[in-house]
Structure formats: C-alpha cells, structure tokens
C-alpha cells in the first residue's frame, strides 16, 4: 500500500504518547500504514540501488534499510522514545565507526526529504574531495558534470564562513568551500502520497550516481587515489 495521511499521523502521536506502552498496543497500525509501505519502496528499489552500486544494502528490514522508530537515548539531552520521522538509507554496510556515503529518504509529518551524501563526512574525505577537484581528476569532473546536468537536487552540506579558496573558479568553489556533503530534494505530501513515489526514486536517484561514486572514491586511503584502479572497485 502507498504512503498516507495515516502513516504521519501514526508517527506524529506515537511521538506525542512518547510511551512504549502505546507503541505496543498500536503495532499493527505501525506495521500496516509505516514499515510496510516503507519495506515496498525498498523492494521496488532494489534493482536500481544494485545498478547504481553493486554493494549498497538494499534490505526491507528494519536495521537492513528502514531505520528504527525507536530513539537511542544514551547520549541525548532529549529522552523522548521515538522519532518524528523515519527513513530509507541505501549504501555500503562496513565498519560502523566509518560512514560512508549513501543514498536516502526521510519522512516526517511535514514532508519528504531525498538525496544522497553524508550526514556527516570524514574530515580525511573532505580533505581527498578538495584534493580532487583541485587535481581534476576524473571521477570529480564526472561528478561536477552530473550535478550540473540535472535540476532535481540541490546541493547542500555545511559551507566554510570564510572563504578558503576564493581564486579558484566557481565550479570548484562550490566542492572546496564544503564541510560536509549532501545533495537533496523535498517535497510535500503530493509527492508523498503518490503512487509513483518508489518511479520517482528510481527516475532520480541515477542522477546522483556520479557523484556517489565520487565520494565512494574520496574515500580510498591517500596513496591509493594517484593509482591506476578500476572504476568499479570504488
């Protein structure tokens, strides 16, 4: 079944309640109006994410690419059990100290979120990025060109408060100036709830896999990037 109204209202007062008890006696709404219509779009992904990159976890399984409902407390000042929102990740699963790049859907009762990047990047791939595009090497030329040719995705990150590389040209800036990575699209609830929401995933999400793949490269240990590898082993 789609995504419904009824699927940001279950999120929205299972945040209100704030209380295990009434999650437990509501599961079977959050099952039928939330991880079921999240574990289809999964599944119709699943060929798209596998040709984007052969290594992306595509699981419908909450842990595999559905994120849990439940919060983990422990190092948060807010000690509210459940989220607002809930969401898709496709990317590479590895050492859980490492994030990698990936791509994402984020929904909450005020809308939809889609991209790729990271949360948070590494500061030693914002370094081989900058390295990258200052060297114009191949992978970062295909990336800025793929970002450039589509009109869906904006691209977002943290950005340095003062300039460090002002003489470079534009194209460049706007990778050098970056602290962090993320190129997203929003819409409302039209999107939302339409019935081509997981075409409109696969129709988009190609666009960003040169720069997926970019990043994925940014990634090599240092001494690798001056090597002569095949493109598929990033």
């Known amino acids: 079944m789609p995504i419904t109204q009824k699927t940001l209202d279950f999120l929205a007062e299972n945040r209100f309640r ?3 008890q009434w999650y437990d006696e509501h599961k079977s709404e959050y099952l039928e109006y939330v991880f079921e219509p999240l574990a289809a779009i999964v599944c119709d992904l699943s060929e798209t994410m596998k040709a984007i990159d052969g290594r992306i976890v595509c ?3 909450v842990g595999g690419s559905i994120s849990r409902l439940r919060r983990d ?3 948060s000042n807010d000690k509210s059990l459940y989220r607002r929102n809930i969401w898709l990740y496709f990317g590479r699963k590895g050492d859980s100290r ?3 790049p990936g791509f994402y859907v984020d929904i909450s009762p005020e809308g939809i979120a889609y991209g790729c990047g990271y949360y948070r990047a590494g500061a030693d791939v914002c370094a081989a990025v900058r390295e990258m595009a200052l060297a114009d090497d191949p992978a970062f030329l295909a ?3 793929a970002y450039e040719a589509q009109s869906v995705f904006a691209f ?3 950005t340095y408060k003062k300039p460090h590389y002002p003489d470079e ?3 460049k800036r706007l990778w050098l100036e970056k602290r962090n990575y993320n190129f997203f699209a929003v819409g409302g609830k039209e999107l939302l709830f339409s019935p081509d929401l997981s075409k409109t995933f696969a129709r988009d999400f190609p666009l960003l896999a040169p720069v997926y793949r970019f ?3 940014a990634e090599t240990p240092p001494a690798a990037l001056h090597a002569k590898r095949p493109e598929f082993e990033f």
């Open 156 to 158: 977002g990150g943290e």
């Open 73 to 75: 407390t422990r190092y």
């Open 59 to 61: 699981v419908p399984k």
């Open 18 to 20: 704030n209380s295990k």
């Open 143 to 145: 990336a800025a060109k």
């Open 98 to 100: 490492v994030e990698h």
């Open 169 to 171: 040209p534009e194209r």
């Open 215 to 217: 990043l994925l490269k």
